[in-house]
């Protein structure tokens, strides 16, 4: 399973972001984006079931970010809305084997993408 992020950059707070992910490989996966601020440990923002029917939220973003993914595309995708400077991260994205979204357990992983939200 190989997986490519993209779509970070330099937003002012109260705007939005979308990211992208293109998986490869075996791609009826759980998949999720995670986060890693400065100095802080990683943190899985939001997950999405093979089909895309469940999904899981951070507290800290529910109600501004929504992950969707198009399997007809092999893509991942995270809407960030209302964006504030705390949601500063390298944001990646990761797969696993298994049902569980709501896990750290993730398999694969792809390279990180650069937020920088601006206050």
């Known amino acids: 399973v190989q997986l490519q992020a993209s779509g970070g950059g330099l937003v002012q707070a109260g705007g939005s972001l979308r990211l992208s992910c293109i998986i490869s490989?075996?791609?009826?996966?759980?998949m999720g984006w995670f986060r890693q601020a400065p100095g802080k440990g990683r943190e899985l923002a939001a997950a999405?079931?093979?089909?895309?029917?469940?999904?899981y939220y951070a507290d800290s973003v529910k109600g501004r970010f929504t992950i969707s993914r198009d399997n007809a595309k092999n893509t991942m995708y995270l809407q960030m809305n209302n964006l504030k400077p705390e949601d500063t991260a390298v944001y990646f994205c990761?797969?696993?084997?298994?049902?569980?979204?709501?896990?750290?357990?993730?398999?694969?992983w792809g390279q990180g993408t650069q937020v920088t939200v601006s206050s």
């Open positions: 990761a797969a696993r084997d298994g049902l569980m979204l709501d896990t750290i357990a993730y398999n694969y």
């Open positions: 490989g075996r791609t009826r996966t759980v």
């Open positions: 999405i079931s093979r089909s895309g029917d469940s999904t």
